[in-house]
C-alpha cells in the first residue's frame, strides 16, 4: 500500500502535504511524513516493517511500547539531574487507538515521533562523536537494564547468535548458487577462507551465556552509529533510535555492534579497504562514554568478554552479508549487484584490524 495513503490512518492533526524516503536502514522502509495545520506543521517518521526479517511485528511492537513507556517514565525521575535533554520517540496510534496499520496487502506499518534538531551520520565524525555513542548506549542500556527481561519477547530468535549464521552460512554454501557465487572472484574465496579459519572461535559469548557466566538482559541489538542521534544545539548525543531489536540479549552484542560501526572510520559501505580500520582514539573514546553509565550495571564476567563482543560482533556481520550473498540478497536491501560481498569484505578486514589491536583494545578496556 502506499505510504501516503497509510500516513492519513495515524492520529496526526492538519492535512498531509509530503511525504518521503529518509534514514539508511537496512531492513524496512522509512518516510517522513510532512502534516500541516493552519497554524502549524507536524512531522514524523513511518514505517513499512519487513516481515521477512521480522516473523511477528505485532510482538516487535508490543516492545517497542513496553520499552518506550518504561524508558519516558524514567527520563521524567530524573530529568530534573541530567546534564543534557534525553530523548527517546514515541509510538503515534492510528486513529482507532492501535500502535501499528494492518494494510490491506498484509504489511504492518507504525509511526513514531521524529526527534527534531538532531542528526545520526553513517561514519564517525570526531573523538567527540565517539564518545557520545558510547555515552548514548550506555545510558541506554542503563535506562532499560532494571525491566524484567521476561516481559520482552524474543522477536528475532537467533539475533547475534553467532554458531547459527555460521549454521546459515553452511547451507547457504551448499547450495548451487552458494556455490557459484562463493567461488567465483578473489573477494568471494577472501571471504570463504575468513569464516573457515574463525569458525572454531564463534561459540565465544554463547558458551559463556549456556554456562551462565553471562545472562539475558533487555538490550537494543542494533545501536550501530547511524541509530545515534546527536542534538544539533549541544552536540551531545540525545537519542538512540531503531527499536525494532529491543529484546533479551548479551550486553555484549549491543556493545560490540556499537564499537565495530563506531570506530571505523571508512564506514560499512566504503569499496576502498583502505579506508577500513578499527581506530583506537574513538575506541578509547567511547569506552569513557559507555562506562559512565555501564560501571552501574557491568558485572566482572560482562567485563571479561567485551573484547571478544568487538570481534565477535564484526566477525558476524561479516558473515551475514556474504551469507546473504551467497543466498541471492534476500535480507539486507542492496542498491547493486555485490554490495553484499563488498558489505562482508570491509567487515571481515575491520575484523583483522581489530585482531591485531587486541593488545591495545584490551589496554584501553582493562583502565577503566
Ligand atoms: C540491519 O535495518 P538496519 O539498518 O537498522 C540489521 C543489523 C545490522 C545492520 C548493519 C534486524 O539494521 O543487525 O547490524 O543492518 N538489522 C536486522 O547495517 O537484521
Ligand atoms: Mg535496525
Redesign the pocket.
Known sequence: MKSAIVATEFDVAGRLVNVQPTGS????DTYMAVFRTHFSEERFILQKINSN?FPNPVQVMENMRTITEHVHRRLEETDEDADRVWQLPRIIPTRNGQDYLLDEEGEYWRAITLIASAKTHDCPQSVEHAHEAGTVLGHFQRMISDIPVGTLHDT?VGFHVTPSYLEKYDKAFATELGQRRALVSTSSRFCKRFIERRGGWCSVLEDARESGELQLRPIHG?P?IS?IMIDDFTGKGTCII?L??VKPGLIQYDFG?CMRSCCNPGG?ETQDLTEIYFDTDLCEAIISGYMSHADEFLTEADRHYLFDSIRLITFE?GIRFFTDYLEGDVY?KTQYDSQNLNRARAQFRLCESIETRESQIRRALDRR
Open positions: 536502514g537496512n531492513v524496512n526479517v528475532l542494533d550501530k541509530n531503531d525494532d531489536t555492534d560499512e556481520l539486507f
